[in-house]
Nanobody, 119 residues
């Protein structure tokens, strides 16, 4: 089971830190990703970290602003989101599966956490 947390309301330019905690399995057995889906749009792979921490993917829309990291001791993965923009507003999901930008390659999904960025 995956549990996402850390969403909230923030002003444009602000920061949030999302966390994805696992129970029942070790996160480092899988690549872990963050996926978002705005209303009326398809799912977007925002970021992904490989099981060995050697590969990291960021969507162009968040590159330079978001940082994903593996907190092995806590069996969790975090997503530090800086310089947030109103267009970052949506529900964010964490997922576990195969490494990459394609959300369809994840096997396990957590519930979403809402991020709202006001202008």
């Amino acid at each position: 089971q995956l549990q996402a947390s850390g969403g909230g309301l923030v002003q444009a330019g602000g920061s949030l830190r999302l966390s994805c905690a696992a129970s029942g399995f070790a996160l480092d057995d899988y690549a872990i990703g963050w996926v978002r889906q705005a209303p009326g749009k398809g799912r977007e792979g925002v970021s992904c970290i490989s099981s060995t921490d050697t590969s990291i993917y960021y969507a162009n829309s968040v590159k330079g602003r978001f940082t994903i990291s593996n907190e092995n001791a806590k069996n969790s993965v975090s997503l530090q989101m800086n310089r947030l923009k109103p267009e970052d507003t949506t529900v964010y999901y964490c997922a576990a599966g195969a490494y990459g930008s394609n959300p369809n390659r994840y096997y396990y999904w957590g519930q979403g956490t809402q991020v709202t960025v006001s202008s």
